[in-house]
T-cell receptor, first 113, second 112 residues
């Protein structure tokens, strides 16, 4: 089945220690998104890639970076995680940006100690 | 600023007890509205997209409707497996582009 895969599913890191989260997709979609979802809150879009074009949301902290080496993979790098970055990180894909249905992965639950 | 409000925050139903979830929005120029289901510890799963007032879509026990100010997700004769958080998201124009704004969801619990 075509799908969106995220690794790891759970990640614990220490305050200030860089961490990288991974997302891969077999849907061959052009767009990949990263969302942050804190407990009982709405998913918040951090950024998205349309092919190789990177689109950052205005309020996404500089601490969050992303890489998309090819169509199938996208990475979220948190350079110096703070306690407030503890959250579920969701990857999603779609055929075209924003207007199209988004298909989500299972998420990575990140805990910063 | 665009706002999406879902109510109630939580809803507890007996199996078979039909009800509706509400998603009200304040956006400048709605382009579409999405409904997603999210199970604990998982990513949202797409349910419906609605584009214009008066539109309705159905899937099994779920029916989504849209007006100019709100959307309803009607659940008919729910089963325990319908227990989940239901999220709505609105699509609206933003500085020449478009953006999606999610609500915080309604947590539904269906009791056998």
């Amino acid at each position: 089945d075509a799908m969106v895969i995220q690794n790891p599913r759970y990640q614990v890191t220490q305050f200030g220690k860089p961490v990288t989260l991974s997302c891969s997709q077999t849907l061959n979609h052009n767009v990949m998104y990263w969302y942050q979802q804190k407990s009982s809150q709405a998913p918040k879009l951090l950024f998205h890639y349309y092919d190789k074009d990177f689109n950052n949301e205005a309020d996404t902290p500089d601490n969050f970076q992303s890489r998309r080496p090819n169509t199938s993979f996208c990475f979220l790098d948190i350079r110096s995680p703070g306690l407030g970055d503890t959250a579920m990180y969701l990857c999603a894909t779609s055929r075209v940006p924003i207007t199209d249905t988004q298909y989500f992965g299972p998420g990575t639950r990140l805990t910063v100690l | 600023e665009d706002q999406v409000t879902q109510s109630p925050e939580a809803l507890r139903l007996q199996e078979g007890e039909s009800s509706s979830l509400n998603c009200s929005y304040t956006v400048s120029g709605l382009r579409g509205l999405f409904w997603y289901r999210q199970d604990p510890g998982k990513g949202p799963e797409f349910l419906f997209t609605l584009y214009s007032a008066g539109e309705e879509k159905e899937k099994e026990r779920l029916k989504a409707t849209l007006t100019k100010k709100e959307s309803f997700l009607h659940i008919t004769a729910p089963k325990p497996e319908d227990s989940a958080t239901y999220l709505c998201a609105v699509l609206s124009p933003s500085g020449g582009y478009q953006k999606v704004t999610f609500g915080t969801g309604t947590k539904l619990q269906v009791i056998p």
